[in-house]
């Protein structure tokens, strides 16, 4: 079993930043062999892709919507992988997840929901106008 926690998500005006976190672990599980991704979710709609990294952090991908404003990054001797927002708008606001892709050691990147297999609880974001 893999447990997923974000941290990081709260209430930011717009134009403002925020960094969410993401702790990864398990008895044997490695995170360093694991792409990583952020996806979002907003009431009554589908969970969409932000951002993937992969396993070294050398290849990164981004949804248009949020290109040149978020960054994905991550820490392997930490076991954690991060989500630097700027300038926020209200249309970013949603609840954030972070997950752990089924493939090992890949050295690309992942869009789809079905190619993620452990899931955080989510971390609310909210962007005032």
């Known amino acids: 079993q893999v447990h997923v926690l974000e941290f990081g998500g709260g209430l930011v005006q717009a134009g403002g930043s925020l960094r969410l976190s993401c702790a990864a672990s398990?008895?044997?599980?490695?995170?360093?062999?694991?792409?990583m991704g952020w996806f979002r979710q907003t009431p009554g709609n589908e969970r969409e892709f932000v951002a993937s990294?992969?396993?070294?952090?050398?290849?990164?991908d981004y949804s248009d919507s949020v290109k040149g404003r978020f960054t994905i990054s991550r820490d392997n001797a930490k076991n954690t992988v991060y989500l630097q927002m700027n300038s926020l708008k209200p249309e970013d606001t949603a609840v954030y997840y972070c997950?752990?892709?089924?493939?090992?050691?890949?050295?690309?990147?992942?869009?789809?929901?079905?190619?993620?297999?452990?899931w955080g609880q989510g971390t609310q974001v909210t962007v005032s106008s």
């Open positions: 997950a752990v892709s089924i493939f090992t050691r890949a050295t690309t990147t992942f869009r789809r929901v079905q190619e993620y297999t452990y």
């Open positions: 398990g008895r044997t599980f490695t995170f360093s062999s694991y792409a």
């Open positions: 990294i992969s396993v070294s952090g050398g290849n990164t």
